[in-house]
Structure formats: structure tokens, C-alpha cells
T-cell receptor, first 115, second 114 residues
């Protein structure tokens, strides 16, 4: 079945460091891919999305490219800030998952940025 | 502000009790999703309703039930509570049935079972 695998956390970086959080997926059809972010004490909110192969989603300096050949959607940011400290969830939505729940989340990766 | 409202924000109760969590989706959204978030199991999908009908079911215990009302708000009922039910319960909504759509999350209900 469909699944999303994220790198284990926590990831601890110094301010202005480069960030990569790995995400790979398996899917039956042609899913859309998402990154959600959860700041402390809050619900998840959409960070970026990509709907087809080679699409690049971007928002707030974060980027991720939908790589069909490697079934990956890695999250990157060139220079992290303390305010980026949060839990990041990779997710997919596969409309070909007939009769079942179509939205699959990874386990989340906690990012801690130190000043 | 996502537009999804969850009440109460915090709930403290005892084992064996029953509680009801409430969710009001964004205006115009037809789908409501319930998730359980615990430290050891991440974000677990419980159930989805679309326009009043159950659409998908996840790892929801038989002690738990949910419904979506004609005004599209939803309630999650948790009964015979156990210590292990302590978690953060999120509601999310989307415009349609969830295919390739963005989900909007509420800020959650923190349930503590003592």
C-alpha cells in the first residue's frame, strides 16, 4: 500500500545552516505530495505542495521537488532560523486509493535550530 | 488562523469516563478528518466524514465513535477511557473529499486521562 517514510529526528542545526529533511514515498497511482509544519502548541499547516513529477513547491524559503524517478520529495532550506524550529510532516494524497483513506502522513521530523 | 475550531482546548478526565470533542470546519468545507497525535505513534488517522457520511476509517478503536451533523460540524466521542488514550486530538477539514487537497487543521484538544 501507499506509504511515506521520513528521516528520523530530531535534527539540530545552528542558525543559518542548510537544511535537508528526506522524504520518500510509495504510491499506487500519481499522488500529490505535501509538506506540513507544526509549530509548538499549534495544529499542522501546509508549507508547500507539488502535484506532478518535476514540480517544485516553495514557500518561506523552503523548497521541495517531486522526483518520480527516485520517489522522493526532500525538503530543503538554504539558511534556517530559530523560528523554523518545528515538526515537519511529509504527506501524500493518492486519488487512486479507491475506497480508502487517501491522505498518508509520515511520522514527522522534529527540527531544532540553535541561535 | 486556519478557520477550523476545536473545543475544548484541554480536557482532563478519569479512566472509564466518556468525553466528546467538537470540531467546526472552515466555512464551505465538506470533509472533516480526525487524527490522534501521541509522542510514540506520531499522527494517526482515525476517521473521515464527507458531507455527513463516513468516507474512510483508520485506526479507530471500537470505544471511539464520530459523526458529522447537517451543519457539517463533527463530534468525536471517546468512551471507557484508558490512560493510553491521553493524546492530542486534531480535527482537519477540506473543501472536497480529500483528493489532492490541502487540509486545514485545528489547534487540537489535549486529552489527559488520569
Amino acid at each position: 500500500g501507499d506509504s511515506v517514510t521520513q528521516m528520523e529526528g530530531p535534527v539540530t542545526l545552528s542558525e543559518e545552516a542548510f537544511l535537508t529533511i528526506n522524504c520518500t514515498y510509495t504510491a499506487t497511482g500519481y499522488p500529490s505530495l505535501f509538506w506540513y509544519v507544526q509549530y509548538p502548541g499549534e495544529g499542522l499547516q501546509l508549507l508547500l505542495k507539488a502535484t506532478k513529477a518535476d514540480d517544485k513547491g516553495s514557500n518561506k524559503g523552503f523548497e521541495a521537488t517531486y522526483r518520480k524517478e527516485t520517489t522522493s520529495f526532500h525538503l530543503e532550506k538554504g539558511s534556517v532560523q530559530v523560528s523554523d524550529s518545528a515538526v515537519y510532516f511529509c504527506a501524500l494524497s493518492d486519488p487512486f486509493l479507491s475506497g480508502t483513506y487517501k491522505y498518508i502522513f509520515g511520522t514527522g521530523t522534529r527540527l531544532k535550530v540553535l541561535a | 488562523d486556519s478557520g477550523v475550531t476545536q473545543t475544548p482546548k484541554h480536557l482532563i478526565t478519569a479512566t472509564g469516563q466518556r468525553v466528546t470533542l467538537r470540531c467546526s470546519p472552515r466555512s464551505g468545507d465538506l470533509s472533516v478528518y480526525w487524527y490522534q497525535q501521541s509522542l510514540d505513534q506520531g499522527l494517526q488517522f482515525l476517521i473521515q466524514y464527507y458531507n455527513g457520511e463516513e468516507r474512510a476509517k483508520g485506526n479507530i478503536l471500537e470505544r471511539f465513535s464520530a459523526q458529522q451533523f447537517p451543519d457539517l460540524h463533527s463530534e468525536l466521542n471517546l468512551s471507557s477511557l484508558e490512560l493510553g488514550d491521553s493524546a492530542l486530538y486534531f480535527c482537519a477539514s477540506s473543501v472536497g473529499a480529500g483528493d489532492n487537497e490541502k487540509l486545514f487543521f485545528g489547534s487540537g484538544t489535549q486529552l489527559s486521562v488520569l
